[in-house]
Structure formats: C-alpha cells, structure tokens
C-alpha cells in the first residue's frame, strides 16, 4: 500500500475533522421539538390581539419640483424654492428634529417628438431640453389641530408636492399591550375550547412567540394642488388608528 506524505496525510485529516463537525454545527441551529408528557398532545394557536387609539402624529410629504435649462440651473431653483419650504415649516412650529429629506433627486427632460405623417416618430435619439429636480421632506407633524393651516401655509411658500398624511400613534407600546393582552386571551380561550371538544384539559403553556406589532396600511394619500391656497384651510379628519399584535402559543393537553 502506498504510503501518504506528510502534507497529504494532513489535509486528509483535516477534510475528515471538517466533514464530522459539519452534522454537530447543522443540529445546533435547530431547536428541539417540544417535550410534552406521554400520552398528551400539544396543540399550537395563534391569535390576534387589536387596539385602536386617536392618533396623535400625522406624517406627511412636502416638496418641490423645479426644473432649468442645464442640471445646474435646476438644482439652483430648487435649493431656493425648498429653502423657502422649510422655512415655512419652521415658522409654522416643526422643529428640526421633525423634518427630514426623504426624496432628492435630478431627471433629464427629453424633447416631445411629434409623429410623422402615418403615426411614425423619428428614429433619432431624443434631444434633451432641460432638467427637473425633485426634492422633498418627510415632516412629522405633533398638533394635529393645526395640521390643515401647515398644509395650506406649506402651498403657499411654492410647496407644489403635498402627500399624506399617515396618521399614527407617537408612543404605540400601551396600545400594543393591550393587543397582546387581547391576543394572549384568544389564545386561551380557543385551547380551552380544543381541550373540551377532545374531552382534555390544558395542562399548560410549552412555549409563546410573537409575530410583531402592527399598523395597518396608512390611510389613502391625497395630494394639494396649489390653488388650496386660495380656498378654505384644507379640512384634516384624523379619526382612529389600529394596531394589533399576533401570538403562537403552544399548549400541553392532558386528562
């Protein structure tokens, strides 16, 4: 029999240790099954648990579409025309800490070709006529009372890009305790349930995991147009949010 060198002996060695450790680090990585007594059953639930509170924060989108000959000239227009917009914001009692740039951004402006006779365009490249610069700020805004007259202050500094609001909740864990209580209570009731339709009893909880709280989707965004302005203050009905939280329990039945 051929005998190994010594480098070759130990990268043998090696590929042997590496391939016997890789079953001990798979099984590591998985939990093991739940222990419940012999004879008994588990059972798995899941619940959710919903809470609604008045909302005490809107969020919203203000910004400035702003356009010029060369890139340059955009992006000129639209710094002043957004300073002017956060200035407005300012004045009108958001503090810094609530405004924050969420879009920022520079386009081309390509020439409209018109169709040929037929229906046909031509097939040259298309020129570009100027730039269109985007710039908006996502603006938190604490006082709801005022919600409208910020709105109609904003359209009046040139703010020509108005979306929102989303209406939430500032500190939502309360409300999502309560989910979870709720939660929690369902899941109860519908083991107590499986328990007395198998003729069983719940003996107890093997395990409880939580999906997370959640918000549903932000009410549907409308936009400002710039003759707001000159209207009535824009009307804001906040109404009420909800926030609901989701369980997995497992519960041990027995006799």
Do not use: C, H, W
């Not at 619940?47 to 000129?76: H, I, K, M, Q, Y």
């Not at 046909?120 to 409208?148: D, H």
């Not at 989303?166 to 864990?173: H, I, T």
């Amino acid at each position: 029999m051929r005998r190994l060198a010594p480098f070759s002996r130990l990268v043998v060695s090696v590929a042997l240790l590496s391939a016997a450790s890789l079953p001990v680090a798979a099984q590591a990585q998985i939990a093991p099954p739940p222990v419940v007594a012999p004879g008994n059953t588990l059972l798995t639930v899941s619940a959710d648990g919903r809470s609604t509170r008045a909302p005490d924060l809107a969020v919203f989108n203000a910004g400035v579409a702003s356009t010029g000959t060369t890139a340059g000239e955009a992006l000129a227009a639209n710094s002043a025309d957004m300073n002017r917009v956060i200035t407005a914001l300012k004045r009108a009692g958001i503090a810094d800490r609530d405004i924050q740039t969420s879009n920022l951004n520079l386009n081309p402006v390509y020439e409209q070709r018109q169709p040929r006779p037929g229906g046909t365009v031509a097939s040259q490249e298309p020129r570009i006529v100027g730039y269109q610069v985007n710039n908006s700020v996502s603006v938190r805004q604490r006082n709801l009372g005022e919600f409208g007259r910020v709105i109609d202050t904003l359209v009046s500094a040139g703010a020509n890009q108005v979306s929102g609001p989303d209406f939430q909740v500032d500190k939502p864990e309360p409300a999502l305790d309560d989910a979870r209580m709720e939660a929690m209570a369902k899941a109860r009731a519908r083991a107590d349930l499986y328990a007395r339709a198998a003729g069983l009893k719940v003996v107890r909880i093997v395990s409880i995991s939580e999906s997370g709280g959640y918000a549903p989707p932000p009410m549907p965004m409308y936009r400002v147009q710039m003759a707001a302005a000159e209207a009535a203050p824009t009307p804001v009905a906040a109404g009420e949010v909800a926030l609901a939280a989701n369980v997995t329990v497992q519960f041990e039945l027995g006799r």
